[in-house]
């Protein structure tokens, strides 16, 4: 028997973070495609659209006015998953049919008025504007909940119901499945080893280079070691960190960098609007968390899952065997992390126009 090749053989990789198995499978890489073709979407999107929901002076279907607003505007979903005041339930019939009602409230982040740019297409003040609303929307939800979650569904291939950049927060009343898991795998490994856990990662991963993207003097973006999906990155902080509101302004400033770079390779890719799911995890709201010292196994992250697979048309699928078993993925982290390195800085458009 050959020796084993991690470019070619089948092989599981643990993701630390939520305890589960990833099967890694290179060699399926080379197969021909006949499955699902998606549509690409098109890239001349106009600046202002008079029939969406989101651009300023528009009417939204709630009746709502937009203001004319020139910076990132927040406002309450007007078809909110959650809800501030919703009656109290519990039920437990023999651990079979548990239930528990959850308050919360749900919100849109519009980034800019321009209806036809991405956060790639935005310059560093303006992605650092959306970081400060971010922060603002931490302090003010932090005091009613116990999670605040910052996320971003783009493009319609992904599930995103507006064309129109935006992000969404939804804050609840109790710590969701996901982060719980992330923060009991990082308590654990801080009690065990004695380090905090994402930033013992960083910096193997600053040493190694392997899966790193890009990184800057306070971030690195990596394709994580145990990646589900094909082009997934992790943005981690270099310096201890535990939540967003802690940033200092420098930090807040690289982080505008960090997410203008990794968007914009993502791009770069496939010469389009690179779809994805983006989403920050901090340290929860809970009583336990309220002092720094209770929450120091905690380190400030963010993930991207794009569904991207081969090209601007062919996504990933998560079905059969990832439903049934265990979640895989064909090409290795380290050739995903290479080919997104290997995309340069200057967006795609950008230098289309300057050619």
Not at 10 to 34: C, D
Not at 93 to 108: C, M
Not at 202 to 215: F, L, N, P, S
Not at 237 to 253: G, H, I, N
Request: hydrophobic share 35%.
């Amino acid at each position: 028997m050959s020796e084993f090749d991690v470019t070619e053989h089948p092989h599981r990789r643990f993701n630390l973070l939520t305890g589960e198995w990833v099967l890694v499978s290179p060699h399926r890489a080379k197969r021909p495609w006949q499955g699902q073709v998606e549509d690409a979407g098109e890239d001349n999107t106009p600046s202002y659209d008079p029939s969406c929901f989101l651009c300023p002076t528009n009417t939204r279907i709630s009746g709502d006015v937009n203001p004319d607003y020139d910076s990132p505007f927040v406002f309450t979903n007007d078809f909110a998953a959650l809800h501030q005041q919703t009656p109290d339930a519990q039920r437990d019939d023999e651990g079979l049919f548990v239930l528990s009602s959850v308050e919360g409230t749900s919100r849109v982040i519009c980034y800019s008025p321009n209806h036809s740019l991405t956060m790639p297409e935005l310059s560093q003040p303006q992605i650092q504007g959306i970081i400060q609303t971010w922060i603002a929307q931490y302090q003010d939800l932090s005091t009613t909940y116990q999670w605040v979650q910052v996320f971003e569904n783009k493009g319609a291939i992904n599930g995103c119901s507006n064309p129109h950049p935006h992000g969404q927060i939804w804050a609840s009343s109790s710590v969701p499945t996901l982060p719980a898991r992330a923060d009991k795998a990082q308590a654990e490994y801080l009690q065990h080893h004695d380090k905090n856990l994402l930033l013992t990662y960083a910096q193997r991963e600053m040493a190694d280079g392997e899966r790193t993207v890009v990184e800057n003097a306070d971030w690195i973006v990596v394709v994580p070691y145990w990646a589900s999906w094909p082009f997934e990155t992790l943005v981690l902080p270099k310096f201890a960190v535990t939540r967003m509101e802690e940033l200092s302004d420098s930090q807040q400033l690289s982080l505008a960098d960090i997410m203008q770079q990794i968007t914009i390779r993502y791009d770069n890719l496939f010469q389009c609007a690179f779809p994805y799911s983006m989403g920050w995890h901090s340290a929860p709201y809970t009583s336990q968390y309220e002092a720094l010292e209770g929450r120091q196994h905690w380190q400030l992250h963010c993930h991207f899952y794009p569904p991207l697979l081969r090209s601007a048309t062919i996504k990933k699928f998560m079905v059969g065997y990832e439903m049934m078993a265990e979640t895989q993925r064909d090409m290795t982290p380290e050739q995903a992390a290479e080919r997104l390195r290997q995309q340069a800085s200057i967006h795609y458009k950008t230098a289309n126009t300057n050619n």
